[in-house]
């Protein structure tokens, strides 16, 4: 993806990459699994994997650390909210646009349609992580292809 971004957009890319969890990040995983009800996928995902950061990919797609998404339920809590009923979530990422994707306590991912937490209204995106990852990996397959990445 990178070898003609610079061709094709004219800056530099800047970080792309899916990182390896190390040390850290698994007992962040091991935290996430001991506090609230936390998706047994999202723990296990994170067992494996530290962070996504593709940063290219339309306005860019970005899965927290683990350890981010610990600080930010510590801080916050769990983010309540409302679509056809009471959805409670955890946030584990952005898009570039200020958009939050939140794992939803049923397995569930969703995404804000604005950029605020306070009351966020949200659209269901995927019924579970793994799901949500392959629509990643669907848009950046795409984004390779032809430079376009549609709306996640």
């Given at each position: 993806m990178t070898g003609e971004f610079e061709n094709r957009h004219g800056f530099p890319p800047g970080t792309n990459e899916v990182r390896p969890a190390d040390h850290d990040d698994q007992a962040a995983a091991r935290?996430?699994?001991q506090v609230a009800h936390s998706p047994s996928d999202l723990?296990?995902?994170?067992?494996?994997i530290g962070?996504?950061?593709?940063?290219?990919?339309?306005n860019g797609y970005f899965l927290d650390p683990a350890i981010d998404v610990l600080q930010r339920l510590q801080e916050y809590g769990i983010v309540d909210a409302r679509t056809d009923g009471k959805v409670h979530g955890l946030v584990i990422g952005s898009n570039g646009g200020g958009l939050a994707y939140l794992a939803g306590l049923d397995g569930a991912i969703y995404r804000t349609r604005t950029a605020s937490?306070?009351?966020?209204?949200?659209d269901r995106v995927a019924d579970d992580l793994r799901q949500f990852l392959e629509l990643l990996v669907h848009f950046l397959t795409r984004f390779v292809a032809d430079g376009e990445t549609g709306n996640l």
């Amino acid at each position: 993806m990178t070898g003609e971004f610079e061709n094709r957009h004219g800056f530099p890319p800047g970080t792309n990459e899916v990182r390896p969890a190390d040390h850290d990040d698994q007992a962040a995983a091991r935290g996430l699994a001991q506090v609230a009800h936390s998706p047994s996928d999202l723990v296990t995902f994170y067992g494996s994997i530290g962070e996504v950061t593709w940063a290219d990919v339309g306005n860019g797609y970005f899965l927290d650390p683990a350890i981010d998404v610990l600080q930010r339920l510590q801080e916050y809590g769990i983010v309540d909210a409302r679509t056809d009923g009471k959805v409670h979530g955890l946030v584990i990422g952005s898009n570039g646009g200020g958009l939050a994707y939140l794992a939803g306590l049923d397995g569930a991912i969703y995404r804000t349609r604005t950029a605020s937490l306070d009351e966020p209204e949200l659209d269901r995106v995927a019924d579970d992580l793994r799901q949500f990852l392959e629509l990643l990996v669907h848009f950046l397959t795409r984004f390779v292809a032809d430079g376009e990445t549609g709306n996640l």
